[in-house]
């Protein structure tokens, strides 16, 4: 069998699965469906004048057989025996192969080195090898991280910072002790505004998301924003957690504040089946030294630890530590809008600078809260505006809702016209809407 050859392969293939971190079984992989491109490009130059039609399927039946030991590789081709040939490349004659195997049928098929000479492989088919070669390495590579990594989506990593592209931070992480580093992305917006990311350095982060697909650069994507880091560094702080006397109920994490004068800040609800456990005591351990430590690690992010309540306005008090609340009036509670009452010492405490803490704590309870100042608090009054807004909400949307009625009626045409009916049926709206802030919650149970 004849066979082109390729000098120094072993050892070409092994550096390869040293250099890129793939087995060699992929490298080699790789290798026979680039030369298998290259043979189909050395084929198309071969017959430009010829009117054949290389359409995408006709090199399905060509395969490249690599030759390590010999370094080279040969080309194969699958034909099927048929009494009159009408293509070469993947018919043979009944005549033909008896010549050689007598017992031979029709509708059989044969294996045929069909390798081209040496100095006939041709300088565009060994571009188009290379070029080959180098997406479908690429392409190994990808599959074995998205293998390795699919299992490990929403768990926490430990990352080493590489180098910077753009407002990127391009990070190594492992799967595991004794794997090899992949890279992995941190985009601007999953970074905390307190981290120092320079070269080398060691951060926990949580992995988002496994890219599949064509897509440049790390297929991995990480961040230090999302409210599963909180979540993890707790229950690794806290054994109460791990073992499920404690279970964190929900979290809302603001890690990039809309404003540079506020700091990053999140407020987690915890709560216990066990009477002799305080939860909150648990999360913040002896003197604050578990929660220091899930700070330390957040490089100083603000962190309130809040009892759960399956009484809402217990738990909307709750959320908005560390501020004193003398009262919570649930005013709507099938849209979960609620009057909050504290002191007029506890009105920024409460509200939070910009509107954080407020803002937090809805998230956290999903209701919309209202801070009010208990001594110019008019239940009566409110209570009457309350529903007076409501009923306006309602009318105006009824309004709507007849006046588009309306406009749907049939139409009389003229004599002799057909009727004209709408037919797209009528969707009522809500006529109170929830806040953006509850839209946007990030709200997490944990079992």
């Keep these: 069998m004849s066979m082109v050859r390729l000098p120094g392969l072993a050892e070409m293939i092994n550096v390869i699965s040293r250099e890129r971190n793939l087995p060699k079984h992929a490298v080699q992989a790789a290798l026979e469906e680039a030369l298998l491109k290259g043979y189909e490009r050395y084929r198309r130059t071969l017959q430009l004048d010829e009117a054949v039609n290389f359409d995408e399927e006709y090199f399905f039946n060509f395969g490249v057989e690599l030759d390590t030991e010999e370094e080279g590789f040969r080309v194969l081709a699958t034909k099927s025996i048929v009494e009159q040939v009408e293509n070469t490349d993947h018919h043979i004659s009944l005549a033909e192969v008896q010549e050689v195997a007598p017992e031979a049928q029709l509708g059989d098929t044969v294996v045929l080195d069909v390798t081209p000479e040496q100095n006939e492989f041709g300088r565009m088919a060994a571009i188009q090898t290379k070029q080959v070669l180098s997406q479908k390495l690429r392409d190994q590579q990808r599959k074995l991280i998205q293998e390795e990594f699919q299992d490990l989506e929403n768990t926490v990593l430990q990352a ?138 957040l490089r100083g992010e603000k962190i309130d630890v809040i009892r759960w309540s399956p009484d809402p306005a217990t738990y909307i008090a709750n959320a908005l530590s560390p501020a004193r609340v003398d009262g919570v009036r649930l005013m709507d509670p099938e849209e979960r809008q609620a009057h909050v009452l504290v002191a007029e010492d506890q009105l920024s405490l409460a509200i939070g600078k910009e509107g954080q803490n407020v803002r937090l704590a809805a ?28 009923r306006v ?8 809702i007849e006046t588009e009625v309306a406009d749907s009626q049939p139409i009389i045409m003229p004599q002799g016209a057909d009727l004209l009916e709408e037919t797209d049926p009528l969707e009522e709206s809500n006529p109170l809407e929830r806040p953006d802030s509850l839209e946007e919650a990030e709200l997490g149970v944990c079992d």
């Design 160 to 297: 080493r910072v590489l180098r910077f592209e753009r407002r990127s931070v391009i990070m190594a992480v492992t799967s595991g002790f004794g794997q090899p580093e992949v890279e992995a992305e941190l985009s601007k917006r999953e970074q905390l505004p307190n981290d120092n990311y320079r070269a080398n350095a060691t951060f926990r982060v949580l992995l988002k998301k496994v890219a599949d697909g064509p897509h440049r650069g790390p297929q991995l994507i990480v961040s230090r924003a999302d409210a599963g880091l909180v979540v993890y560094l707790f229950a690794n702080e806290v054994p109460e957690i791990e073992d499920e006397v404690v279970r964190i109920v929900a979290v809302a994490r603001e890690a990039n504040p809309p404003s540079r004068h506020v700091g990053p800040r999140t407020k987690i609800a915890v709560d216990t089946i066990e009477r002799d456990v305080d939860p909150v005591g648990a999360c913040i351990g002896a003197r604050g030294s578990r929660i220091q430590a899930v700070v330390n690690e």
């Design 393 to 400: 909400a309602v009318e105006d949307d009824r309004e709507s």
């Design 363 to 390: 998230r956290l309870t999903g209701w919309k809260i209202d801070i009010k100042d208990i001594d110019k608090y008019d239940a009566e009054a409110e209570g009457q505006r309350f529903e007076q807004t409501a």
